[in-house]
Structure formats: structure tokens, C-alpha cells
């Protein structure tokens, strides 16, 4: 069993940056991959990017590629989304995830955390 608690969200201008934390509780974050996934008002659940359980691979989304880096720390058993550049269209309520593989699909993972609000200001 693992909880995940997110934190960092927050109101930042455009072209600024902003670190989401994604915590968790539980001895075996280190063997599940973590996703990052967002949900604009209205819209549906969107892939941001994952990591592997090792932290040495990752994967993002075309919109976020080149922005945003996710990264992991097993020891403070937390994940990180360090978003840069962020634009309006990066509004959203922000989510990790964890689960066995790196996946895109919201269904391949097991554990969610309650999201955190990240609202860019243009």
C-alpha cells in the first residue's frame, strides 16, 4: 500500500517556474514508477511524464517536453515535477501516480494522490 500526498502547487506568472513534490508513505515507493498527470476544468486526465523505479529513465508528453523534468528521490521516498516556462495552458490540477511500469494510460496505475492546483497567470 502506498499514499501519496502532492505539494507545491500554487499561482505563478507566466514563464516562471514552480516544483511539485510528491510524497509518499509506505516501505516500497522505491519499486513503483511514478506518473505525473494533470486535468484541466473540462477536460480530461492528461499524461505529463513518468520515471522509472531507479529514477534513470523518463518519459513526457510532447506539450510539457523540454519544460518540465521529473525526477526522484528514493530515500525521501519523493518524486518531483520541476516545471519551467509554464504557460496558461499548464492550468491545471496536477496529480502523481504510482504504479509497476512506466505508462501513459491513467489505468496502469494503483495509488493516486489528491492533486495539488497550479494556476499560471499570463
Known amino acids: 500500500q502506498v499514499q501519496l500526498v502532492e505539494s507545491g502547487g500554487g499561482l505563478v506568472q507566466a514563464g516562471g517556474s514552480l516544483r511539485l513534490s510528491c510524497t509518499a508513505s509506505g516501505r516500497t515507493f522505491s519499486t513503483y514508477a511514478v506518473g505525473w498527470f494533470r486535468q484541466a476544468p473540462g477536460k480530461e486526465r492528461e499524461f505529463v511524464g513518468c520515471v522509472n523505479s531507479g529514477g534513470e529513465i523518463t518519459y513526457y508528453a510532447d506539450s510539457v517536453k523540454g519544460r518540465f523534468t521529473i525526477s526522484r528521490d528514493n530515500a525521501k521516498k519523493t518524486a518531483y515535477l520541476q516545471m519551467a516556462s509554464v504557460k496558461p495552458e499548464d492550468t491545471a490540477v496536477y496529480y502523481c501516480?504510482?504504479?509497476?511500469?512506466?505508462?501513459?494510460?491513467?489505468?496502469?496505475?494503483?495509488?493516486w494522490g489528491q492533486g495539488t492546483q497550479v494556476t499560471v497567470s499570463s
Open positions: 501516480a504510482a504504479g509497476r511500469m512506466v505508462l501513459a494510460a491513467p489505468m496502469g496505475y494503483d495509488y
